[in-house]
């Protein structure tokens, strides 16, 4: 399993072709990635719209994702 940073994702999402995001893209596809609920939290911070939000929700969701404070916290986090 890969715990992926916040930073990683970020790039990913922005489209930026660099190792990082290539091996991202990667663990992905053998469905090797993790999260944990501050990375969701942080991650989804950056999203402006409702439907950024979600569609970045979403792939958090997918993910098993290790508690350090707690999922809904992580969510509830990002939204304020």
């Not at 950056?46 to 508690?67: H, P, S, V, W």
Request: contains cysteine; hydrophobic residues 45%; aromatic residues 8%.
């Amino acid at each position: 399993m890969i715990l992926v940073d916040t930073s990683v994702w970020i790039d990913y999402v922005h489209d930026v072709e660099a190792p990082h995001t290539d091996a991202l893209d990667r663990a992905l596809s053998d469905n090797l990635v993790v999260t944990g609920d501050l990375i969701m939290a942080e991650f989804l911070q950056g999203f402006r719209t409702n439907k950024e939000f979600a569609e970045a929700q979403d792939i958090m969701e997918r993910l098993l994702c290790y508690n350090l404070v707690g999922k809904s916290m992580a969510v509830q986090s990002a939204r304020n």
